[in-house]
């Protein structure tokens, strides 16, 4: 037992006071002459020994009942578990998951009408003077402050359904940032099914912060969900036929027979695949997409399926471009005629300039940037090469004839390359790997005995200078080679393309290889963004442009950063949103598809012993409570609040009073 107010014990000083009357008699006595008084002796020692008794307990009694009054003025409480002393609660704060998850059924229907539920009974068992603080999965600049209990009311009956999904980790983060200024004890609720949110990050918490979690059991409910797309090459070309794949999974335990799956493109149902997928498994699907003119597609993959219907439609968005910019930087023009003859089509847009010529403005944003056999790499050549890669840009460096060493280090200094010596050897390239990505689509086999080019001199690369050995001579040296450098690729060839030196400019392989190098290159736009995305990549990071959802009126206006876009949690609803220049625009400049977490498509929340387990895996003393029946809110005040005892002293002194009373009737017969 510990006081709430130890100040008042002070007032036992003055316990002192029946003491000094009791012990002490002021009455003045009268003298009594009588002639014989042996006989009143003998009455006044009788009497006297019952006045002591009667003064005696008389006076314990009042010393009780004042002691009693005085630490029931005091607030003596027993602290809830095992605290050193009582600290008075101050704050209550209560978490409501309001994920997807808690769209499914249970025992009183969909789990978060039972999560607001508890908590009204929850708050109904504290004083309407309680400070209370609720907290969904929103996390927003409103859910920082506390509430009185009819505001709290009001809040829960606010509550609804929202797309973001919380893991315990940033439940209790957030909870931790709003401490309680006054100090004190805060009971802290989690009601929640806790489906897919016991992360492996530990959150560490003030040993005045109590928990009782509350988890919510639904039923197991069988899925479908449309989980992503992708492209073969990141890149999407008018006249181009590009394969889209899409995956389907199906959460429930039994399987799904010939299911229709309808893709949407532009509003035109383009194809309508048909699927069987096995139970607690999933299957990937494709459809083949050809644009017959540039500009921004946007789609949709749809499947029919209930009672979870969040991930039943995937947006996608594909940015369709007419044609590829290729670039060229050249120490002699025969040598660059070759690529100029390669990208002449329709399908590119070719530049090239002399090495000492370079107009770098016209270089920039190249889908493939090539330097042929230059021989002075300078720091501006550097600075342009490093920015193409790391927009996302590919990069072919040709090494020339003669590579001086201030020239060796310039590369090694911007690409990390270890160049060695001209190697004079002729070779013929004798090693080929087929799954590089260059080579996609090339070869309908592998083939030992294809026809590889040659070469009659080359230069050596060190093998951690590069990655990927596409193409390489019998000793594993390379003759292709390439690196991941920020988002892009580099490429390497290690022999200048003249005839006297190899015969790989009019090798079969030297067409798809560099078409190859030209198609795949650009930063690999996501063609959809999950809904929690605060950062998208765009090149049209401008003040004044706006974010429109298609269909509807919702616009906003989103941050600029210098590489993208900033969406500051405005985006609450999939669909795919349309990028303008200003509000006034009806042409979109770009597009971007918004899509809710797949993360709770599979209801398979953990159980209690998972839970727990959990808690005191993090050290976390928590109350876990199953048993939500008709009594349970007052069961987890009692469990989780101090045990007051000022009552039972009050009742003590009165008792006491009482007692007092009849002994003076006693006494007095």
């Known amino acids: 037992m510990v006081f709430s107010s130890p100040s008042i014990l002070w007032a036992l000083g003055l316990l002192s006071i029946p003491i000094i009357i009791h012990l002490f008699q002021f009455r003045r006595y009268k003298k009594l002459y009588f002639s014989d008084v042996s006989l009143l002796k003998e009455i006044k020692a009788k009497s006297q020994t019952k006045n002591e008794l009667k003064h005696l307990l008389i006076l314990l009694s009042r010393l009780l009942i004042l002691t009693a009054i005085i630490f029931a003025f005091a607030r003596p409480i027993i602290p809830f578990g095992d605290q050193s002393k009582a600290v008075e609660t101050q704050l209550v704060r ?20 039972e999560a607001t539920q508890l908590a009204y009974e929850l708050s109904s068992e504290y004083s309407e003077n309680m400070r209370f603080q609720l907290i969904t999965n929103a996390f927003s600049a409103g859910e920082k402050r506390s509430l009185g209990f009819q505001d709290l009311l009001t809040r829960i009956d606010e509550v609804k359904i929202e797309p973001q999904h919380r893991s315990i980790s940033e439940v209790l983060r957030f909870m931790m940032q709003n401490t309680n200024e006054k100090g004190g004890i805060t009971h802290n609720f989690l009601i929640s099914d806790f489906n897919s949110m016991l992360d492996s990050t530990a959150i560490s918490v003030d040993s005045n912060e109590r928990f009782t979690v509350l988890p919510l059991v639904g039923s197991k409910t069988p ?80 499947v029919e399926d209930s009672p979870i219907e969040f991930d039943n439609s995937l947006y996608f968005s594909l940015d369709v471009t007419q044609k590829l910019k290729v670039a060229a930087i050249y120490s002699e023009l025969k040598e660059s005629l070759t690529f100029e003859r390669l990208f002449s089509s329709d399908r590119f847009s070719f530049t090239s300039f002399d090495q000492g010529s370079v107009i770098q403005d016209s270089l920039i944003r190249s889908n493939l940037l090539i330097f042929n056999s230059v021989t002075n790499f300078s720091s501006g050549f550097s600075a342009l090469a490093l920015d193409q890669l790391k927009n996302g840009n590919n990069v072919l460096l040709v090494l020339p004839e003669k590579l001086d060493e201030s020239a060796k280090k310039s590369l090694s200094n911007t690409f990390g390359l270890a160049i060695g010596n001209l190697d004079t050897t ?17 070869f309908e086999q592998q083939d030992k005995n294809i026809n590889l080019p040659f070469v009659s001199s080359h230069y050596n690369l060190e093998r951690n200078s590069f990655s990927d050995n596409i193409l390489s001579f019998p000793n594993g040296s390379p003759f292709l080679a390439s690196k991941t450098i920020e988002s892009g690729k580099l490429y390497i060839i290690t022999v200048p393309l003249k005839e006297t030196q190899t015969n790989f400019q009019n090798h079969a392989l030297f067409v798809p290889v560099l078409i190859n190098m030209a198609t795949t290159s650009g930063r690999s736009k996501p063609l959809e963004y999950p809904i929690e995305t605060e ?123 009482i007692l007092e009373t009849i002994l003076l009737k006693i006494f007095t017969r």
Not at 426 to 442: G, K, T
Not at 571 to 590: D, F, H, M, R, W
Not at 620 to 635: I, R, T
């Open 94 to 113: 209560i978490y409501i998951d309001n994920s997807f998850s808690m769209q499914a059924e249970g025992t009183q229907g969909a789990l978060l009408n």
């Open 426 to 442: 002729s070779l013929n390239v004798n090693q080929i790997e087929y799954n590089n990505p260059l080579l996609s689509n090339v």
């Open 223 to 302: 899925n479908l969900s449309i989980d992503s797309v992708w492209l073969d090459v990141p890149l999407t070309q008018v006249g181009l036929e590009q394969t889209v794949h899409f995956r389907v999974t199906n959460h429930g335990e039994q399987a799904v027979i010939d299911k229709k799956i309808d893709v949407i493109i532009n509003d035109e149902l383009v194809a309508s695949p048909i699927i069987t997928i096995e139970e607690n498994t999933y299957i990937d699907s494709s459809f083949y997409f050809l644009a017959t003119k540039k500009g921004i597609f946007s789609g949709r993959i749809e």
């Open 535 to 657: 950062r998208i990549y765009s090149r049209h990071n401008k003040e004044g442009v706006v974010l429109k959802r298609e269909k509807d009126s919702i616009v906003f206006y989103p941050g600029i950063t210098y590489d993208g876009l900033l969406l500051n949690g405005q985006v609450t609803t999939a669909g795919v949103y349309s990028l303008y220049s200003s509000q006034q625009e009806e042409t979109p400049i770009q597009s971007f598809s918004i899509n809710y977490s797949r993360s709770e498509s599979s209801i398979a929340p953990p159980s209690a012993a998972e839970i727990q387990k959990y808690f005191e895996g993090r050290q976390m003393d928590v109350a876990l409570f199953q048993n939500l029946d008709s009594e349970f809110a007052g069961s987890i005040s009692q469990a989780n609040m101090n045990t007051e005892l000022w009552p039972l002293f009050i009742l003590f002194a009165a008792l006491i009073l």
